[in-house]
């Protein structure tokens, strides 16, 4: 057991959060007393070096913890000028690997290359359906079994969220960049209920500056030839198949309800329609699977030939079932995850794919990473903005945050929805009004 010690009252959530980096819960107990403990980059840079010693483990991330590396490298390169004192600052101040800093750097420029900082008359748009056909293993979301779930009530008060949001941003000028419905899986919507969605979302906003559409459609088996016609006929130009694993095995363990078939017949079908970018999502670190296993899953998923392909890193979070069963899964599958890593990024750097951005969550395996890959000139734009911090977000429908921005002071404040949905169907007309608040009367 280890006691820890620390000065410096204002750093404790850092502190906490680093010490979980190197030990279980089960193996420190650790108090912060009041006190002066100068720069909190300096402490925690103490910490690290203190823990590495004693643990012989040296973290890839240093004394990184947040979500979004990349935005900090942005910042980095803001104030500096020059990518090689960013890559210094990265590896000296923050301790990150020699890997992770050229990572950070690659994306940040590939980013500056392909996108344009945006600006204050556009936004984003993300619409929540959460619905799925089970609950997964490992889930954290805001997602229910849509097995006996009051699925058009939840429509009709999102559908009057999207009417009252598409008015104030019209009246405010503001137009959408992207429009991104996500969950849940968006696809367990019957054709007649998609359908409506597309015409409420076309009749209720501008959509002539639309630069990205995106429709997650989530699981192969809630897809079909009509929902595609559908997508395909609302002008959708992006699409996410999300198979997590390629292993049968794998996914009767985590409480999938589809085949591994059922991922190539939704391919093939999705791929018969004019809809230019094709997402997959793999999942590493999946209970039961050896790096072996992860790495046909990525072969597999690159016979199909996606335009993009997000690697998730398991992360265990307290709202899963996993949790219940092995609290410290993310531990004990650091080494095998990592592995499965470095075998990934070999493989579609050698297939040609590009990282384009990067994302991080608490209790990662191995306090790894997520990294989206993608084809030349098919990066997906809203997962950049939503990671980069400096666009605002409307997010409607349950478990929904809108994030405000006010370039000003560089600064964000989330405004969000309940994420019951049974709740949000009560309380729509609360939800609008945090957003008449919040979101439009400020600008």
């Not at 909190?40 to 004693?54: F, G, M, P, V, W």
């Not at 979301?141 to 779930?149: E, H, V, Y």
Request: proline share 4%; with cysteine; aromatic share 10%.
């Amino acid at each position: 057991m280890y006691e820890i010690e620390l000065k410096g009252g204002d750093f404790k959530y850092e502190y906490e959060e680093l010490v979980k980096v190197f030990l279980r819960p089960s193996e420190y107990r650790l108090s912060v007393v009041p006190g002066v403990s100068g720069d909190k980059k300096t402490a925690l840079r103490e910490l690290y070096l203190s823990l590495s010693n004693r643990t012989g483990k040296r973290p890839e991330w240093g004394i990184l913890t947040g979500v979004r590396p990349v935005k900090l490298t942005a910042e980095l390169y803001e104030k500096f000028g020059d990518f090689e004192k960013v890559k210094e600052v990265l590896e000296g101040e923050y301790l990150l690997e020699a890997e992770k800093a050229r990572l950070l750097l690659s994306i940040y420029k590939y980013q500056r290359e392909i996108l344009k900082n945006p600006d204050d008359k556009h936004a984003g748009i993300y619409i929540g359906i959460p619905f799925c056909p089970t609950r997964c293993l490992y889930c954290s979301f805001t997602s229910n079994p849509i097995k006996g779930a009051r699925i058009n009530e939840y429509m009709e008060a999102l559908y009057k969220e999207i009417k009252s949001v598409g008015i104030w941003m019209k009246e405010t000028g503001i137009k959408p960049e992207t429009v991104y419905i996500g969950g849940g899986t968006p696809a367990v919507l019957s054709a007649d209920l998609l359908e409506t969605l597309f015409t409420q979302i076309s009749d209720n906003f501008d959509l002539s500056d639309l630069a990205e559409y995106t429709f997650e459609a989530g699981r192969p088996d809630a897809i079909d030839e009509e929902k595609l016609k559908i997508i395909e006929g609302a002008g959708i130009g992006r699409i996410s198949i999300n198979p997590q694993s390629m292993n049968q095995a794998t996914l009767d363990r985590i409480g999938r309800s589809h085949g591994t078939d059922d991922v190539i017949k939704a391919f093939t079908a999705a791929g018969g329609r004019n809809i230019k970018v094709i997402n997959t999502d793999i999942i590493a670190g999946l209970p039961g699977e050896s790096a072996e296993d992860f790495t046909e899953t990525v072969n597999k998923v690159l016979s199909l030939s996606p335009e993009n392909i997000t690697v998730h890193t398991l992360a265990v979070k307290r709202a899963s079932r996993l949790i219940e069963t092995d609290r410290d899964y993310h531990y004990d599958s650091g080494d095998v995850v990592r592995d499965m890593l470095d075998s990934c990024r070999d493989i579609l750097k050698h297939a040609g794919y590009i990282p384009y951005y990067l994302y991080r969550q608490k209790n990662m395996a191995g306090n790894l990473e997520n990294t989206g890959w993608c084809r030349p000139k098919t990066a997906g734009i809203y997962n950049i903005r939503i990671m980069e911090e400096k666009q605002t977000i409307a997010a409607l429908g349950a478990g929904g945050i809108t994030k405000v921005y006010y370039p000003a002071e560089n600064r964000l404040e989330r405004v969000p929805n309940v994420s019951d949905y049974e709740h949000y169907i009560r309380r729509v007309d609360e939800m609008i009004e945090r957003k008449k608040e919040n979101l439009f009367n400020r600008r």
